[in-house]
Structures are given as C-alpha cells and as structure tokens.
C-alpha cells in the first residue's frame, strides 16, 4: 500500500471488503447444508470471518473483532468436522453476520457499538459452543481443541522477500508475537546480504530460522504469518519435541485441519491477500482491482467527448472534401467511428455489475420471510448475468426488496389456501432479470392469489383516488397499487405496510429513468415487469425539435407520438386543453409554453399545419400529451449536469452536446409534470369528460 | 535571480493587479484577469428554459456546459447585435465555496493593465447603468476611466434564479 494513504482510506477499504466477506459468509450459509456442509463452503465462509477478524483486530474495531473471534471459534469446529452443522448453528451465524454488518454500520458512521446490541447473541453462540459437539465424528481423536495441547517444537524457515519491509511489514513484530506463543530461538542466515556498497537502506537481505516450542497449534503460527504470506517463503515443520507424543497422534491433528500443510499455505495466502487490500474479490481469483467510481466516470466523461468530437470529424468531413485525398480520410474516419464505439461500449462496461449478487440477497430475504409468515416459498432465479450500471443496482436495491416482500406477504397464500385452491403447497417467486430492447428488465412473478381487483377498487374509492362511478379497465384498476396513500394489506404486517407503498416504488423507479408495470390474473399469481436504461451516464433519447432549439426525451418516458389535427384538441373550461387518446382524456401541452421559450421564429409555422405532434409521456401513471414542432433522430445521448456551471431546472434532466457541437436540453418527464401543474387540468379533464 | 529579487518582485506585484478590459455600451469595464478562462467568439447559444432574459443559454465550451450572461441586458442597455469584435469572456466565479465557469457576452475586448487597487476610487452616486454594488471601484488611466467590476456579485445566477425556479416549480 502506498505511504500517502490516509488512516480513513485504509479504514473505506476494510469496511469495503468486510461487506464483501459478510457477503460470502452469507450466502455460503444459505447454500449449506444441514448435517453434511461442503467443506469448500465452509472454508469460504471461515476464510471471510477470518479476515474480517484479522482487519478489525488491525485496525482497532474491537468490538467486532472480539465478537467475530466466537463466530470463528464456533465456524472453526464445523470445519475440522467437530460440529454438526444443524439449522440452529446457521441461524445463530446468520444473525451473527448481521450483526457485524451492524456494527459496521455503526463503526462507518463515527458511531461504536455498545456492548448491549451483541450479547445476546454471543451467549447463545457461546452456549452452542459450551454445548458437548454434537456428535461429531471424531471426537476422540480430536484432542487438539479439548485437551491441553502438548508442548512441540516448531521449525520455521521464514525467507521474506527483499521487499517485505517496503509493505510495511516488519518482521521484529512477527517474531515478537511469536515469542508470546512460547520459548522462540532465533537464528539469523545473512548469506544473502549483498556488498555493502550496493546494499539498500530499506530492503531485506536477512532470511531466518525460528525455532518455537509452543503448546501453540500450527494454525496460531500461521495466523502470525498471515500478512506476509504472500512476500515470503514460510515453512513451518513441526519437530516431535522429546515430550511423548506418537506418530499416531499428529496425524489426526493434520486431518483435523484437513489440509495438508502446502494447502494450508495457499489457503492462507489466499486470505491474507484480500485483507492486504490487494484483490478485490475475497474469494475467487478474479483478478480484478478496485478503482473509484470517480476515476471511471471521469473516463466516461471523455470517451463521451470523444464520441462528440468523432461525430463532428465526420460531419466536416462529409462536405468539405473532395479528391482521392478524401477516400482515405473518409476510410479513416469510419475506421475511428467504429473504435470509438467500441471504446465508448468498453468503457460502459466498465460501470456494470451482474445482478446476481443483488439477487442472492433474496435467498435470505425469503428464508426468513417464510418462517415469519408460515409461507412455503421456493425462489427461482434467473438471469443473474444481466449486468446493470453500479449505480442503478444500488437504487433498485429497496424498490426490489418492496416488491419480493409484497409478493410474498400479499401474494403467495399460505399453505393450506394452496392446498384448497389445488395448487401445490409451496408456493414460487420467480426473479429474473434479461435484456429486451436494448432496456434491462426485472421482473418479479409470483404464482400466488394475484391481485384482488374489486378489494382495490373498493379501497381505491374509499380513499378517494377514483370515484365511485368511474368505469376502470382491469389494467387501471392493477395500476391503482401504484397511487400515493394505497395499502392493500387487510392487516397491517411488520412485513408491508410500514408507509413505504408502491408509489415509493414507482418513483423510484421513474426516477432512474426506468418504468414499472404490474400485470395479474385473479388465482395465478402477478407479474411486475421493471425496465430500467441500461446505464445513467447515457441516454436513449428522442430527439424533437421546438422552434430553433433540439429538446430531447428519455425513449423510455415515451409512451406513443400521435399525429393530431388541430380540431381534435379541446379546450377545458379555465386554461387547460385536452385529448382524446382512445379512452382517455389526456391533458397537452405545447412544450414551447411550458419551458416559456423566446422562439424567435413565428409560432404559426406549426399551427398552419394540418396536423401536431403530440407526444404522449408518462410518469407516475400520469400521462400527458406535449406538443412539439418536430420530430427528429433517435439517438443515445451523454448526460451532462446543468448544475455544474448553472443550478438544476425544473423539468430538466441535464443537457448534452449533439454532434454539431451544439447543447441541447434533456427532458425529465416526472419534474415537468410536476411544474405544470397537472393536476388542476387533470381535475377539469374530470367535470368534462362527466 | 536572487533572493532578494524574488521578495521585492512580489512586493510590488501585491498591490497591483492585473485587470483585463473590455467595451460595454462604450464604457470600459474591467475584470481580475486571473479569473478569466477564456475569450471565445460568438457560437450557438442554447436557451435555458425558465431562465431570465439576461441570461441568453448555455454553450458547449470544450465539453462543459457553461451559462452566458448578456451584460448589456444585465445591465440594462440597448441591445446590440451580434457583431465582428462581439466576444465572450469565459470566467471563474466564486459563491460560497461552489465555483462555476460562466460566459459573459461583450462588445469587444480591450487591454490588460496593471492596477493598484489600493488607488481604487468608488463609484459616484450618479445613477449610472450599473449598481454599485456589482463595482469594486473606478481606476483612471492613459485618462481613461476603467469600472473595474466584482464578478461574484454580478454573475451570482444562483442566488438570482432561486426565486424564480421555487415559484415555477411550485
């Protein structure tokens, strides 16, 4: 790690990768089995305790490192087989991941976490540890743990590499601690020290010897190691010592670490990599490194430039030569063209994460939302390679968990309603995630009772939102979940109904650019369909043009352009005007007045024409017609802040530099429905459409 | 260069500065030129909707989205077209720790000058064309007389534009 880094960097890191490792530790648990784990899980999930640990040993968090030490004891025991894994060991590290996720929640916000929030806890994993193991399978000859350990000389050959101390690691600190395990002989092998005249101040040409008698277990010595596993050549060998100790003896204490020492190393290493900050990942060699999101952005940004600047190279060079000079520029270009897409789809990449371990947070969602609820739930997932903008990930984060919590607490019914309906008894929640359209979509499908549209359109009346008289489409009636005050919950569960509804969800959603929609059929279960762009930093857009200037509109808030004759549109008592789209009256707008533009050119160019452009948004059910002047390209667009040099416009996303090098102002369709003031038109659409 | 030579040079650079000029209605107005970014020539201005009429859009400069303010109409002048001198000098301004990159349009760019600003006069209370308040202080020189203006307070869109989007946006 570099000298120049500050203490709160190295503690963003541990934090980082400490929600990494809880992460593994969780869904390792989940994918445990009862009575036989796999011991590859189980290593994972110790190894991800372990670094924890070792990190918030490292760097002062200790409450959680004295809380982890008994989550460790208590994996550790799984691991040599002592423990029989049943559904009260993994519930109780279930909550103890939990846990530590809390406290680091607590530590990450300059809180420390009182004793109080984890006691309990530990004594139940302290009484599970107190408990005799369960019958394990080799608990006769498992002596390492329950007997006193015997005293044994150890061997350490320990042959750091030049530039150990250049890493911060010192090894006076390692044999000190060594020291504390027992009686340590040192002997120091300096035949690799150089000339003097060519020997560097701060590298390390010493190798040692270490001999240990200890009472210690090897692992305890490997723990000592761990940091400089991977600077150093460590080879631990354990001498029998004269104290009577039989062949026979060590043999099981090898098997009870179940790996032979050179894995043991590697395992190790693997650990000790992760938590030196060095890999990412903290289990998998995936060879990736972690960068700011910043960094990338600023990358985007300029491959966005890039893509600009590309654009008006060719536009110039279309016109303005002619010659045999001009083919191989042109050839050039075209060739440019094509990398700089390339580049620009690279560089997207770059922001985008599989979904999966978005969704694999569900497995647990599920598992403890069943047991609360009585609810047999088999969850299916598919599709978690579907990669999606970091960004957008974190943010349909609680929109999903909304929805997998809605499904199963209104939707799935319990068992025996299953049974009597002749459906089988467990019920499925499908999460998948696929492309369509050049959007993501996500939906959640459950095969529960659906949705009970007379018990929406009864509350939907009595909460005022439709009046009794209204004649609604089975499609209207789905949508009304999504208004502001709706709660379908019969009774109010500790599951929904905590005041976030579905409009929370919908704006969310809208906010990110995206749409949802519900579908159902009464007995089969409900569908919610989410498409979201593919990424923030770029838009799909519609280009449109209002007098002079190009506007442009999210692809995704568009929901047709109509051609409209000027006889078709109605003007509502007061100032609003309306039109009829098949069954609905939709207020419109002429875009031009709601940004208040000083179009220079006649406003009569377009009203002398047959007929209008009006396009038709929605945002937060609410569809609106806006009048443009034309209709231009479709093209993806850079979001660039207005804010930056100016301060956020109402009804404004941001803006975004066309190929010509001009800036043209992007749409944000929920905002400007808002600075309209629709619902005062909508309220007159209401007395004339009666 | 000595020791010496280094103190008194920036000794002397301290209490003048230098100020880039520019015309105005066919007065001659002066900025700090350590803010100036920049001078551009006339080039396609996006209106901003919701926006008032001195500030005419926004302009693509080098990739950043930068506001333009038309200082005849901030300051309430006659307008004038478009012509050959007619430039936008791109600065920096500061406000409460947020900075931004804004273009002002003027009629044509003059001189740099070095000037004491403890020699600065105030401005008289003659009802000119610019308040006081966006007006560091006047300077004479060559006989000319130079206003040498306070860009933070006269390019503060923020606090100018909050009203106005609070009321649209209502």
């Known amino acids: 790690m570099s000298d120049d880094m500050d203490m709160s960097e190295i503690h963003d890191i541990f934090y980082e990768e400490s929600y990494e490792g809880l992460d593994v530790m969780e869904s390792g648990l989940l994918g445990l089995g009862i009575g036989q784990p796999d011991l590859e899980i189980v290593n994972n999930i110790f190894r991800a305790a372990h670094s924890i640990k070792g990190g918030a040993a490292t760097f002062g968090f200790l409450p ?84 006193p350990a015997e005293l044994k000389q150890w061997t350490i050959q320990f042959s750091p590499s030049v530039d150990i101390l250049k890493t911060g690691n010192e090894p006076l600190r390692i044999f000190n601690e060594l020291r504390a395990l027992g009686e340590l002989k040192i002997v ?69 670490l179940e790996l032979p020492s050179s894995e043991a190393e590697s395992a190790v290493a693997v650990g000790a990599s992760s938590s030196n900050g060095k890999n990412s990942s903290s289990t998998k060699e995936s060879g990736s490194i972690r ?187 789905n949508n009304l979940i999504f208004q502001a005050g709706f709660s379908t919950a019969e009774a109010v569960s500790d599951l929904s109904g905590r005041g976030v509804g579905m409009d929370v969800v919908r704006r969310n959603i809208n906010d990110l650019g995206g749409r949802i929609e519900v579908s159902s059929r009464e007995g089969k279960g409900s569908r919610f369909k989410i498409r979201l762009p593919l990424t923030l930093a770029i838009l799909d857009g519609q280009l449109v043009k209002l007098g002079s200037d190009v506007y442009i509109f999210s692809l995704l808030s568009i929901v047709e352009t109509v051609l409209v004759s000027p006889g078709e549109v109605r003007k509502v008592v007061g100032n609003g005007n309306v039109y009829r789209l098949r069954d609905d009256y939709i207020p419109v707008v002429r875009l031009r007045d709601a940004f208040k533009l000083r179009c220079k050119d006649s406003i009569k ?73 629709i619902a005062a038109i909508t309220s007159k659409i209401e007395d004339f459409a009666a | 260069m000595s020791h010496a030579d280094i103190m008194a040079g920036s000794n002397a650079e301290s209490d003048s500065k230098q100020y880039l000029t520019f015309y105005l209605n066919g007065e001659e107005y002066g900025v700090e030129i350590l803010r100036v970014q920049g001078i551009q020539g006339w080039d396609t201005v996006t209106p901003i909707p919701h926006s008032p009429e001195y500030i005419l859009g926004v302009m693509n400069l080098r990739g950043a989205i930068v506001p333009i303010i038309d200082l005849r109409k901030r300051f309430n002048m006659p307008d004038m077209d478009i012509g050959k001198t007619t430039v936008i000098i791109v600065v920096k301004t500061h406000n409460d720790g947020e900075s931004r990159t804004i273009g002002m349009v003027t009629d044509a760019v003059s001189e740099v000058y070095s000037i004491d600003e403890n020699a600065l006069q105030p401005l008289p209370d003659f009802g000119g064309s610019v308040s006081s308040e966006f007006v560091k202080g006047l300077s004479t020189i060559e006989d000319k007389m130079l206003i040498l203006l306070d860009i933070d307070r006269l390019l503060d869109i923020r606090d100018k534009l909050a009203p106005n989007s609070q009321s649209s946006a209502a």
């Open chain 1, 64 to 147: 959680i490192s004295k809380f982890t030490h008994g989550v460790e004891t208590l994996l550790d025991q799984v691991r040599a087989q002592e423990r029989i894994v049943s559904e009260d060991v993994i519930e109780v590290l279930l909550e103890s991941v939990d846990c530590i996720r809390r406290m680091l929640d607590m530590f990450k916000a300059g809180n420390v976490p009182d004793e109080a929030s984890s006691i309990e806890l530990k004594q139940r994993i302290d009484t599970i540890l107190a408990l005799p193991s369960g019958g394990a399978m080799k608990a006769a000859s498992n002596g390492e743990v329950s007997e």
């Open chain 1, 188 to 256: 120091s092998d300096i035949s690799k020290l150089p000339d003097i005249r060519t020997v560097e101040a701060d590298s390390c040409y010493t190798q040692w010897i270490l001999i240990l008698d200890t009472d210690a277990e090897r692992k305890r010595i490997e723990e000592v190691f761990d940091w400089v596993s991977d600077q150093a050549d460590i080879i631990i060998e354990c001498k029998e010592s004269d104290i009577t100790n039989s062949q026979a003896q060590t043999t099981p204490i090898a098997a009870a």
């Open chain 1, 291 to 477: 960068v700011s999101i910043d960094k990338i952005d600023a990358l985007l940004n300029l491959v966005g430039e890039l893509v600009i600047t590309q654009s008006m190279l060719a536009r110039h060079a279309d016109g303005a030569v002619a010659g045999s000079e001009a083919q191989g520029l042109k050839d050039g270009l075209l060739v440019l063209e094509r990398h700089t897409r390339e580049l620009q789809e690279s560089a997207m990449q770059i922001r985008m994460l599989p979904i999966g371990a978005s969704f694999s947070r569900f497995k647990r969602l599920v598992r403890d939302l069943s047991q609360k609820t009585g609810k047999k739930v088999e969850l299916k997932l598919s599709g978690e390679n579907t990669e999606l903008d970091k960004t957008v990930l974190e943010k349909m984060s609680d929109p999903l968990v909304h929805l997998v919590r809605n499904s199963l607490d209104h939707g799935i019914e319990k068992p025996e309603d299953r049974l009597a309906a002749g459906k089988p008894e467990t019920g499925t929640l499908h999460l998948s995630a696929y492309h369509e359209g050049g959007n993501i979509v996500i939906q959640v499908d459950d095969d529960g009772a659906g949705l009970n549209r007379q018990r929406i359109l009864a509350k939907a009346i009595e909460k005022g939102i439709v009046s009794p008289s209204e004649q609604l489409s089975d499609d209207q009636i």
């Open chain 1, 605 to 677: 160019t377009y009203l002398e024409r047959d007929g209008e452009l009006l396009v038709v948004v929605e945002s937060d059910g609410q569809r609106i017609g806006l009048f443009v002047d034309e209709l231009l390209d479709q093209q993806q667009v850079v979001i660039k802040s207005l804010e930056e040099n100016y301060k956020p416009v109402a009804g404004l996303a941001g803006a975004t530099i066309l190929g010509d090098g001009n800036v043209a102002m992007i749409i944000d369709v929920p905002s400007l429905i808002k600075t309209l003031d």
